[in-house]
């Protein structure tokens, strides 16, 4: 399985953006697709995440309210969209893929993608 994350960029504060996360060489079909961010210094805390047969979504706080997760099963692809951006959700964002029913905790994840930076400016 190969998790490919990509979108993020510089924004200023109160701007948007949309991550990618395509995925190949695996099933998606009962798998849960998360969105992780990391800041320097800081674990590595739950965004938000989709249950790929359904397309039920489930979010964590750090961007409860102003973002939203949806897939594309055509495109094999998860998107994250995140609006009101504050400097505060500067990160670098990782996709992950797992077949565990437990959306929240990095470790029910199997897999990984590189991560993609994202830098929300004052």
């Known amino acids: 399985v190969q998790l490919q994350a990509s979108g993020g960029g510089l924004v200023q504060a109160g701007g948007s953006l949309r991550l990618s996360c395509a995925a190949s060489?695996?099933?998606?079909?009962?798998?849960?697709m998360g969105w992780f961010r990391q800041a320097p210094g800081r674990e590595r805390e739950f965004v938000a995440a989709?249950?790929?047969?359904?397309?039920?979504?489930f979010y964590g706080d750090s961007l409860k309210g102003r973002c939203a997760i949806s897939r594309d099963n055509a495109k094999r692809t998860v998107y994250l969209q995140m609006n009101s951006l504050r400097p505060e959700d500067t990160a670098v964002y990782y996709c992950a893929a797992g077949y565990m029913d437990i959306l929240t905790e990095k470790s029910a994840y199997d897999y990984w993608g590189q991560g993609t930076q994202v830098t929300v400016s004052s």
């Open positions: 989709i249950r790929w047969a359904s397309g039920s979504p």
């Open positions: 060489g695996g099933t998606f079909g009962d798998s849960v």
